[in-house]
């Protein structure tokens, strides 16, 4: 009981002191104030980044592996080199189709950019895939109704299509697409099904695209100088390692490469994203604390110097509180309450900044931004460790007064 009167007596003292000394207050938690405002907004920028990453990713599968001429991740000079390897080929991948023992689904795909019209509507830049029939399981390419490809329409190589949801909107608005012709870069192909909305990936209208059996696409559009992209859907996800040197050892055995030589192809897969994505954002965490560590340390810096001059200003008041029986551990105490008020003080100001730039951000942009309580209870904590460790020896101080040096003190 005793210490909680204490606690209130030093929060109440020090509240006065904030209220008497406005300015120097304020100037005092600055530092406060800029490290846990900086700390709560990247965060939230962060956070939210993280969620939308999580979601535009998930597209991809952690079970699908992508044997590509080129590297997802590659440095600006490796470019060249690159480009000098030898196209991927329908016939590799049928060889892939043919040899794996891992896969649950492979699916050759070739993409131009065409314009899509039907009657006087058109829709400019439709993504244009050529592929099979497994390309429904290898992308999740799920007809919102209709049907998709099937086998017997990639074997004849018919003049059908799927078109994302978008692309039907355009050109139909409520009509029923399915058995329409539409034009695709000036051939006619039936609408067979509509792909369920999927929205952006990366930059990447998902639901403007249209897919056609690749041997209609390679007599439509040609593909001589084309790569072909593989999807290779794995049985299970616990399989994708064992998975990747499977098809690394068909790709090397189908192309002959001696052992010296090295893979004259790329197999992409989700988790080198999310590793270049881990070393993005951990640069962003590095920022953070760094500005958050640098804006706390003068803060508490700060502090230490405002409580020294309070303990200066005060010396009188302690000296009448020793000499009416206040003990040492008493005064120390008191002085600590009052550092952790003002640190905790800044800290407030800090989380209600940090609230409103988020909210700005939020309004000048399409960046989401998520503040989570622990984020908030962080940052009381860190505010609230700042005062304990910076206030302890102004305290200290003040509590190692003599009582009658203290008293004579004018």
């Given at each position: 009981?005793?210490i909680l009167?204490?606690m209130?007596?030093?929060?109440r003292?020090?509240f006065?002191?904030?209220k008497?000394?406005?300015?120097?207050?304020?100037?005092?938690?600055?530092?406060?104030?800029?490290?846990?405002?900086?700390?709560i907004?990247?965060v939230?920028?962060i956070?939210?980044?993280n969620q939308?990453?999580?979601?535009?990713i998930?597209a991809?599968?952690?079970?699908?592996l992508?044997i590509q001429?080129f590297?997802?991740?590659m440095?600006d000079?490796?470019?060249?080199?690159?480009r000098n390897?030898k196209?991927?080929?329908?016939?590799e991948?049928e060889?892939?189709?043919?040899?794996?023992t891992?896969?649950?689904a492979?699916?050759?795909?070739i993409?131009?950019r065409?314009?899509a019209k039907f009657q006087?509507k058109?829709?400019?830049s439709v993504i244009?895939?050529?592929?099979?029939?497994d390309?429904m399981?290898?992308?999740?390419?799920?007809p919102?109704?209709?049907r998709f490809?099937?086998?017997?329409d990639v074997?004849?190589?018919?003049?059908?299509c799927?078109?994302?949801?978008e692309?039907?909107?355009k050109l139909?608005?409520?009509?029923?697409?399915?058995?329409k012709r539409?034009n695709i870069?000036g051939r006619?192909?039936?609408?067979?099904?509509?792909?369920?909305?999927?929205?952006?990936?990366?930059g990447?209208n998902?639901?403007i695209i249209?897919?056609?059996?690749?041997?209609?696409?390679q007599?439509?559009?040609g593909?001589?100088r084309r790569s072909?992209?593989?999807?290779v859907?794995?049985?299970?996800?616990e399989?994708i390692e064992?998975a990747?040197y499977e098809?690394?050892?068909?790709m090397?055995?189908?192309r002959?490469?001696?052992?010296e030589?090295e893979?004259?192809?790329?197999?992409?897969?989700?988790s080198m994203?999310?590793?270049t994505?881990?070393?993005l954002?951990?640069t962003l965490?590095a920022v953070?604390?760094g500005?958050?560590?640098?804006?706390?340390?003068?803060?508490?810096i700060?502090?230490?110097n405002?409580?020294?001059?309070s303990?200066?200003?005060r010396t009188h008041e302690i000296?009448?509180?020793?000499?009416?029986?206040a003990r040492?551990?008493d005064?120390?105490?008191?002085?600590l309450?009052e550092?952790v008020v003002?640190?905790?003080?800044?800290?407030l100001?800090?989380v209600?900044?940090?609230f409103l730039?988020?909210?700005v951000?939020?309004?000048a942009?399409?960046?989401?931004?998520v503040?989570?309580?622990?984020?908030v209870?962080?940052s009381?904590?860190?505010?609230?460790?700042?005062g304990?460790?910076?206030?302890?020896y102004?305290?200290?101080k003040?509590a190692?007064?003599?009582?009658i040096e203290a008293?004579?003190?004018?």
């Open positions: 009981m005793r009167i204490y209130w007596e030093g929060v003292i020090a006065d002191a904030l008497a000394y406005k300015m120097r207050s304020i100037l005092t938690t600055l530092g406060i104030i800029i490290g846990v405002t900086t700390v907004t990247i939230a920028l956070q939210g980044l939308a990453f999580s979601r535009e998930s991809i599968g952690t079970d699908t992508y001429k590297p997802w991740i440095n000079n490796d470019w060249f080199k690159y390897r196209n991927i080929t329908l016939e991948s060889r892939v189709r043919q040899l794996s891992l896969s649950l492979v699916a050759p795909s993409a131009t065409r314009t006087d058109s829709v400019e244009i895939f050529g592929t099979n029939a390309y399981i290898t992308s999740n390419a799920v919102e109704y209709g490809m099937s086998e017997n074997h004849e190589n018919r003049p059908v799927v078109i994302g949801w692309v039907a909107q139909f608005d409520q009509a029923d697409p399915l058995g539409i870069g006619k192909f039936r609408v067979i099904g509509v792909l369920e909305k999927k929205g952006s990936m990366f990447f998902q639901d249209g897919i056609i059996p690749i041997g209609a696409f007599s439509a559009f593909a001589q072909v992209e593989v999807e859907k794995i049985k299970s996800p399989l064992e990747e098809l690394t050892g068909i090397r055995r189908i002959k490469l001696t052992p030589k893979n004259d192809f790329a197999i992409n897969k989700q994203l999310l590793d994505y881990n070393k954002t951990s965490w953070a604390i500005v958050g560590a640098i804006s706390l340390l003068v803060g508490g700060g502090i230490m405002i409580m020294l001059v303990v200066t200003e000296g009448i509180r020793m000499a009416i029986g040492g551990r005064i120390l105490v008191q002085f309450i550092a003002l640190s905790l003080s800044g800290g100001i800090g209600l900044v940090g730039a988020t909210w951000v939020n309004l942009t399409e960046w989401v931004t503040i989570s309580p622990t984020n209870l962080l009381f904590g860190f505010a609230g460790a700042v304990i460790f910076f206030g302890y102004p305290a200290r003040a190692a007064l003599n009582p008293l004579r003190y004018e």
